[in-house]
């Protein structure tokens, strides 16, 4: 990375082929001719800090933007809800990789110490004893206000900030300026720090640019990850649990203006967790066909709800929580189609097919309605628990209907007669045996008017099982 | 005192030993089948909860769901999940045999690995009641792969296969198959913890309704009478 024509940052194989910070670029080209060269983006820079910062806005609301692309956290009172500065810093760190970003992490008693061993990746100091400890060893440059006066400190034989605080205050005052020994006074404690702390935006709107063209939808999962993970910092900074979530996808701009692919992920349960989302959107994306290369992403988050917090009974129900069970179907409709997971919305209709309908599992069906439509007595109409989708006509042998065997009727018939309407039916049901012992339901279409002299037709059209 | 008889007895020394004459004791829980014949014959007394159970029907449409009836509606307090059944299942009949319209869920899909898949996130997710799953064709790690998936929770899990996979292996403990027979089932027990039984167990069943109970509520139908009435005062003529 390049600024101003000077060598800014390098990877780890430019290093390898001997290239270093502070070099010209046509002395990298000629060791390295095959180096990709990038100009340094200061407005992208902060935009991932921007998206970095939104991100760890879950784990606490105070978090404050300092120099040289840090940001500040105050941990003090999330530390028990996490499970201790280990476990919180693990997070972070996994984050952090997961926004594809890289970063050292340090923790200290006060925010300037601890940008000081962030700046030097050194660790962490939990008391203020091994802060000082650490801040004494590291180099005087590293507060901003002391690197014009790098040279004077040299001569003096003052290198590190340890030598730095022994020098007496009134001269240091009056050859560095007072922003120094504010600095200093900081990072040690000595006075009180104040901070701006980033406030999140009112709505949540992340863009992220792909590095490369993608073809493939799933592929495009790790990417949405990452904007999922600044989707839960906000919601966390506000309190709020997200309903609905739109994804855009990108296209290329080829001859023809094509408008981005939108993935709508509605919930039935608002959450504030990206695990669920995560995988909802895996099966979402998995079935999605790009029909054209896909290179940026987009997230909104449309409808948004106050957050509730789970309450948590004191005897935990066996076998999952009402949540549990919605998202299990929320993740079960996302993959298999919602008309395909269904539950039964019976209607009080006399003709089968009518009678037995299925409808989404995520329509609101009131339980008052579904009672209404059952009949009264629900043994005065027997019923098979198979129903055909097509009633099968049946072969006739010695006036029998046959269907494997000799079918036996068994019981009175049933005599349906409704949907003058619409699709009328005029049949007579029986319960029949077959001969090997299974029960079917069978009917004989009643033929009326001109025709009635026909000889009778014979269907099956449920089994009793 | 404990006699050396007692001493002995495998149970005493591992509770998952049993002798081969005699029924496990079952370590996990157990609903009861709501058939006491039936019941003495399966190992804990009942069908076990999170546990792969192999029925293999000889087609579908036999009285399985009958022989499942006091079970399902023991669970019915939480959903019961029907994934992939050979037809379109009938609510109405369903709520006769006691299972509440509200708690049944009916799951279609049209490729086989999908159909895993879902009865994977049902026995994970643990918070359905029982779920039954019909599957034509499946390998042995797919079911392994179940069984282990029903062993996280506690839902009832029965997977209803054709007859003749009952010579492929399963890693299910309780494997019976199910023959129609007059006015019930013929349960064959193909695998169990418990002494091989050869000959099939006939347990009867309720028939779907007794004719009288129609008879009560419906109106007579009309047949062709073998004796032709006699006109009495009327002229033909009017009559037609």
Partial sequence: MLEQERVLAVSPLAH??????????????????????????????????????????????????????????????????FGGIGRLCRQVRANLRTLGFSGALSCAPTARGAWMLARRNAGRAVKMASLVRRLDRLPGTLAPPARPFATWFEGIGCFNLGDMRRLPRPGLQRRCGRPLLDMLDAAYGMTPELFEWIAAPTTFHAKLELFDRVEQADALLHAAQRLLLQLTGWLCAHQLAVARITFYLEHERGKVARAPTLV????????????????????????????????????????????????????????????DRVRMFELLVARLGPENVLQAAPHADYRPELANAWVPVQQSIRESWRNAQLPGDLHSFPRPAWLLAKPIALLMRNHRPFYGSPLKMTSTPERIEAGWWNQIQTRDYFIAEGQDHALYWVYRERITGAHADLEPRWFLHGLFA | MISPQQHLAPERLHPSLW??????????????????????????????????????????????????RPALAAAASRRIVLLQPPHAPQ?????????????LVWIRSTRSADTLWAAEQVLRSGSCGALLLWQNHARSESLRRLHLAAQSGE???????????????????????LRPAAGGLDIGFVKRRGPQRDAPLFLP????????????????????????????????????
């Fill in chain 1, 264 to 323: 709508d992920i509605a919930l039935a349960e608002a959450t504030w967790r990206d695990e669920h989302l995560v995988r909802l959107l895996k099966e979402r994306l998995a079935k999605l066909e790009l029909d054209a290369p896909v290179i940026g992403l987009a997230l909104e988050a449309l409808q948004v709800e106050p957050m509730a917090p789970p309450s948590e009974s004191l005897f935990p129900e066996p076998g999952g929580s009402e949540e």
């Fill in chain 2, 91 to 103: 609510a109405l009949a369903l709520a006769a045999l006691g299972l509440p319209p509200s708690q």
């Fill in chain 2, 19 to 68: 002798r081969a004459s005699q029924l496990a004791h079952s370590s996990a829980r157990c609903v009861d089948t709501g058939y006491p014949t039936l019941s003495s014959q399966l190992p804990g007394g009942g069908w076990p909860t999170g546990t792969l159970v192999d029925l293999l029907l000889q087609q579908a449409g036999i009285g399985e769901l009958r022989l499942l």
């Fill in chain 1, 16 to 81: 390898a082929a001997g290239v270093q910070v502070g070099m010209r670029r046509g002395g990298v080209l000629m060791l390295m001719p095959e180096a990709r060269l990038v100009e340094r983006d200061l407005a992208k820079e902060a935009e991932a800090l921007h998206a970095v910062a939104m991100a760890l806005l879950q784990y606490t609301p105070l978090l404050a933007q300092a120099e040289e692309s840090t940001l500040l956290l105050d941990i003090g009172a999330s530390l028990r809800l």
């Fill in chain 2, 205 to 240: 069943l309720d028939r779907p309704l007794t004719p009288s109970v129609l008879q009560q509520h419906h109106a007579s139908l009309d047949r062709p009478l073998s004796v032709p009435l006699a006109t009495r005062g009327v002229l033909p003529e009017l009559v037609q």
């Fill in chain 2, 155 to 177: 839902t009832l899990f029965f997977m209803m296969r054709p007859l003749s996979s009952a010579q492929d292996a399963s890693p299910s403990p309780l494997r019976l198959s």
